[in-house]
Nanobody, 125 residues
Framework: EVQLVESGGGLVQAGGSLRLSCAAS????????IGWFRQVPGKEREGVSC????????YYKDSVKGRFTISSDSANSTVYLQMNNLKSEDTAVYYC??????????????????WGQGTQVTVSS
């Protein structure tokens, strides 16, 4: 059974940091891209960051470049999103998703096969 379990969300003041974790199981981790997406009620889901585990390439939404860092621990099948200098506009439910590397377009949610349940990130100003 495929599982993606996010953790690490919470309430933080603007300028603060959080680290999200996405623990994966049930699929060939190294053949997949793992993406972080976020969604605010009433808005479309958007890609925040993605790592392609097959080649290590990393991708970021422009607005988070320099503030967010994605990393992957293959031994533990876990992907992390370190979020620094958080802003109120980063407030959202964050989801991790997994898709086969050669199929997905990393920051587009199209073609991702598996999704986690989401974790709330709230940044107070």
């Amino acid at each position: 059974e495929v599982q993606l379990v996010e953790s690490g969300g919470g309430l933080v003041q603007a300028g603060g940091s959080l680290r999200l974790s996405c623990a994966a199981s049930g699929f060939a981790f190294d053949d997949y891209a793992i993406g972080w997406f976020r969604q605010v009620p009433g808005k479309e889901r958007e890609g925040v960051s993605c790592i392609d585990n097959s080649d290590g390439n990393k991708y970021y939404k422009d607005s988070v470049k320099g503030r967010f860092t994605i990393s992957s621990d293959s031994a533990n099948s876990t992907v992390y999103l370190q979020m620094n200098n958080l802003k109120s506009e980063d407030t959202a439910v964050y989801y991790c998703a997994a898709g086969i590397s050669i199929i997905v377009v990393c920051l587009s949610d199209f073609e991702y096969d598996h999704w986690g349940q989401g974790t709330q990130v709230t940044v107070s100003s």
